[in-house]
């Protein structure tokens, strides 16, 4: 299995409290992926980061904020938790970032926000 | 844009019968195609890819799917399933295929509930 560890796994909050969740790879791959899941949607990606301090927005990036300061960690800021975070958020590596690589995902972060 | 229909939520099966998942795909440039599986309680693993050249792809665990250009379908299927297949399957597209990064479009996934 890939090093991938998500953490906390799982969090409740309240609404406008900020949350922060953290993955941390061992792999040292250089792109690395937040996505979240919700029942009938599948995974969007929020953000996604190619590099040390290099990110962009995936397709639900509104409401997040992400930052990579180390190769091995990235982590998903909700600046001020809404009831419609709540769901199930996926972190994933890979190695190039080729669009014919596989992913590898992390256990995932279970986030109730009431 | 790109999207990713998953034409069952949920498909019922017995023991050693077999399944077919269905995937449509819609994307105005050539993209890659993947099933990733979803056990309980766990992250998504590779299944399968296709990527190009034969149409008919072998994937993990028994699994096979078919990637038919005109029909923009890539249907997964297993002849005979066990209990352990139990497990949620994800049909994804990534592309165009110079982007980078791998920003995969999931489909919305389909339950396979196998029963004894």
């Known amino acids: 299995d890939a090093g991938i560890t998500q953490s906390p796994r799982h969090k409740v909050t309240e609404t406008g409290t900020p949350v922060t969740l953290r993955c941390h790879q061992t792999?040292?791959?250089?792109?690395m992926y937040w996505y979240r899941q919700d029942p009938g949607h599948g995974l969007r990606l929020i953000h996604y980061?190619?590099?040390?301090?290099?990110?962009d927005k995936g397709e639900v990036s509104d409401g997040y904020s992400v930052s990579r300061s180390k190769t091995e960690d990235f982590l998903l800021t909700l600046e001020s938790a809404t009831s419609s975070q709540t769901s199930v958020y996926f972190c994933?590596?890979?190695?190039?970032?080729?669009?014919?690589?596989?992913?590898?995902f992390g256990s995932g972060t279970q986030l109730s926000v009431l | 844009a790109q999207s990713v229909t998953q034409l069952d939520s949920q498909v019922p099966v017995f023991e050693e019968a077999p399944v077919e998942l269905r995937c449509n795909y819609s994307?105005?440039?050539?993209?890659?195609l993947f099933w990733y599986v979803q056990y309980p309680n766990q992250g998504l693993q590779l299944l399968l890819k296709?990527?190009?050249?034969?149409?008919l792809v072998k994937g993990i665990n028994g699994f096979e799917a078919e990637f038919n250009k005109s029909q923009t379908s890539f249907h997964l299927r297993k002849p005979s399933v066990h209990i352990s297949d139990t497990a949620e399957y994800f049909c994804?597209?990534?592309?165009?295929?110079?982007?980078?990064?791998?920003?995969?479009?999931f489909g919305g996934g389909t339950r396979v509930l196998v029963k004894p």
């Open positions: 994933a590596i890979s190695e190039s970032g080729s669009p014919n690589e596989k992913l590898f």
């Open positions: 792999e040292n791959h250089r792109y």
């Open positions: 980061s190619y590099g040390v301090k290099d990110t």
């Open positions: 994307s105005s440039v050539s993209v890659y």
């Open positions: 296709y990527l190009s050249g034969s149409t």
């Open positions: 994804a597209v990534s592309g165009p295929i110079k982007a980078a990064g791998n920003k995969l479009t």
